[in-house]
């Protein structure tokens, strides 16, 4: 039972370059998040899915896109990255019906450096 | 929009005090807040959860209230260690698919 788990752990990225960041989940959450983590500002929400094949914006979405086509993975992409993404991406997950009781779950993050 | 505050900053303790740590937010129209500790370089680890309902919790040394009509948290340690030193974050869940917005964090430091 791994959890969330969250590949790469780390990557260094060339500005213009793509990549995919992606989150598994054994856990059967309907919830998923991305969070990005950077020094001095906190975790902030990048996009969110409620269920497979929904996605929505969170607070701070540009220059990124997501796709839950499975239950158990949330994918989020960066199609040219730019020196401003670089930063520690967190997913996280939250199970159906227990919306307020349950803390989310995280993932151990992935470092994105882009040069 | 939900601003969550976190006070202070950094705090560096020795071995064995009490110590206090702060959260604020805007809005009180809150599901739940929570608290979390992260270790440099790592994830987070879920410390406490209050539910809207609820005025505290408690889990060992760690001690949590919520006021909600006044917008606030505190955590409390009691006999702080130096293996308490890591990061608290707060957060309140919000209704954006009930995420969680974060304060920026407290950087504690316990010395032996």
Redesign the interface.
């Known amino acids: 039972n791994a959890g969330v788990t969250q590949t790469p752990k780390f990557r260094v990225l060339k500005t213009g370059q793509s990549m995919t960041l992606l989150c598994a989940q054994d856990m059967n959450h309907e919830y998923m998040y991305w969070y990005r983590q950077d020094p001095g500002m906190g975790l902030r929400l990048i996009h969110y899915s409620v269920g497979e094949g929904t996605t929505a914006k969170g607070e701070v979405p540009d220059g990124y896109n997501v796709s839950r086509l499975k239950k158990q993975n949330f994918l989020l992409g960066l199609e040219s990255a730019a020196p401003s993404q670089t930063s520690v991406y967190f997913c996280a997950t939250l199970p159906l019906y227990r919306e307020f009781q349950e803390t989310q779950y995280f993932g151990p993050g992935t470092r994105l450096l882009v040069l | 929009k939900q601003e969550?505050t976190q006070i202070p900053a950094a705090l560096s303790v020795p071995e064995g005090e009490n110590l206090v740590l702060n959260c604020s937010f805007t809005d009180s129209a809150i599901?739940?807040l929570?608290w979390f500790r992260q270790d440099p370089g790592?994830?987070?680890t879920?410390l406490l959860?209050i539910?809207?309902s609820q005025r505290e919790q408690t889990s060992g040394r760690l001690n949590a209230s919520l006021d909600k009509s006044s917008g606030r948290s505190t955590l409390y340690i009691a006999a702080s260690q130096p293996g308490d030193s890591a990061t608290y974050?707060c957060?309140v869940?919000t209704n954006?698919?009930?995420?969680?917005?974060?304060?920026?964090?407290t950087s504690l430091l316990v010395t032996p």
């Open positions: 969550v599901y739940n929570q790592k994830g987070l879920s959860l539910q809207s974050l957060a869940k954006s698919g009930y995420a969680l917005n974060f304060g920026k964090g």
